[in-house]
């Protein structure tokens, strides 16, 4: 269902009802793979059947990602239109610093990521690698973003970690090997930054104050 209102919600930006930014969760947890992905190759299906998980193929690429305990976005706009207006770079870094501002004032110094090369590779874990203009704490991934434009719209869509759940990914794989020591030294997660419970409405209400401004 969170994935098709996001396109449905991408086919409303592309007829001029943009641009739009929806904050969204998961019940129950799934996988979402990225949609040059082979879901065989990508995630062991059985194992997520037998655990409760579902699997979605997402519009964007990218890889695999569990949302659990995290706060999903997605942003729309039409061809020409705010972010999209510019190059794919430029409008990634663009989002990238809206998500930074709303996380900044929710209490989390967040970092854009600057480095010139995207992830490499289709299969494995998301936040097991740190692409250009995503978002890390303390050198570590917090955000995982993608994003692609069809239709004559900009989508990109990603997932802020709440806690560590993300981490159970790793029994997920077909060949976890050395990707779950990877995982947990390259991601971090908001339970690390805040002190109390992480409150996903309040940061849903400070992203959207971000990206409205």
């Known amino acids: 269902m969170n994935m098709a209102v996001d396109d ?14 929806r904050t969204y969760g998961w019940d129950p947890p799934a996988v979402s793979i990225g949609y040059a992905q082979r879901a065989d190759e990508a995630i062991d299906i059985e194992r997520c059947r037998a655990q409760g998980i579902a699997l979605v193929r997402r519009t964007t690429g990218g890889r695999a990602v569990l949302h659990w305990n995290e706060l999903t976005y997605s942003f729309h706009c039409a061809d020409g239109e705010g972010p999209a207006a510019y190059p794919l770079q430029e409008a990634s870094r663009i989002l990238g610093e809206c998500l ?9 110094d967040a970092s854009l990521e600057r480095g010139s090369s995207p992830a490499r590779g289709r299969l494995g874990a998301c936040f097991a690698s740190t692409a250009r203009c ?3 704490c303390g050198g570590r991934k917090l955000v995982g973003s993608a994003q692609r434009r069809t239709r004559g719209a ?5 997932s802020i970690l709440a806690g560590p759940e993300h981490l159970l990914l ?19 997660h908001l339970g690390d930054w805040i002190v109390g419970p992480v409150r996903l409405e309040s940061l849903a209400h400070h992203l959207a104050q971000a990206f409205g401004d």
Not at 8 to 21: C, E, N, Q, V
Not at 154 to 158: A, D, E, N
């Open 154 to 158: 900009l989508l990109q869509h990603g």
């Open 8 to 21: 449905i919600l991408l086919d409303a930006a592309r007829a001029g009802g943009g641009p739009i930014l």
């Open 134 to 136: 995503e978002l890390t």
């Open 170 to 188: 790793t029994q997920l794989l077909p060949s976890p090997g050395p990707v779950e020591t990877s995982l947990a030294g390259a991601s971090t």
């Open 100 to 108: 930074a501002d709303g996380l900044r004032r929710f209490g989390v």
